[in-house]
């Protein structure tokens, strides 16, 4: 290694959303690469895992400044979400979905941050009539005009893998994906949460700037 690779600044990942499913496999790849110091997984229960490079911090979403105050973060990795049907009510999804990433991207724009990773969905669109796409393509729109050097949003299709809780319908939707997923275009084809992850994690590594989308069918080549 060269003397300015062993004098590289080392930095420090934000993950929010590590005990869901692309965000579980995210913090397993970051604990795995030495590219970050630091890992902070910010979470509303303490996480279960033990690692010397990670900091849990236990934060209210609705307002994660405090504990953030004074930290020094590079990159943001945001995988919060969750359905309608889980959150209750259309009004608690809006909160989750776009109160939860946007609140961070401003806490995190204010410490600093070069970088948000966001995990959007395929679809979204501030336009749309559906709910669900309509909110993923608001807090987009809201955390571009948050101002971050470098800004991704990552729209998987319908994403597998061992959730902790099961989703009404997702098994049978799988099950159809499949069956039938020979004859599906490659962007609508289910993904694997790995494959998400790694792609967050790839795009990071570039320290791109700018504003960047990554739809499912790129993100397929890291299946």
Known sequence: MGADQ????MKTALIAGATGLVGGELLSLLLADDTYSTIIAVTRRKLNIEDPRLMNVIVDFKDSGPALTGM????VFCCLGTTIAAAGSKEKFREVDFEYPLTLARVTNGLGAQQYLLVSALGADS???????RVKGEVEEAIRAVGFPSFHIFRPSL???QRPEKRAGEDAAKTLYRVFGFIIPRKYKAIPASAVARAMIAEASKSI???HIHESGEMQQYA
Do not use: C, K
Request: proline share 5%.
């Open 72 to 75: 020094n973060i590079d990159h």
């Open 127 to 133: 336009r749309s009539r559906i709910f669900y796409n």
């Open 6 to 9: 062993d004098h590289q600044p």
């Open 159 to 161: 994403l597998l893998g």
């Open 209 to 211: 700037q700018g504003f």
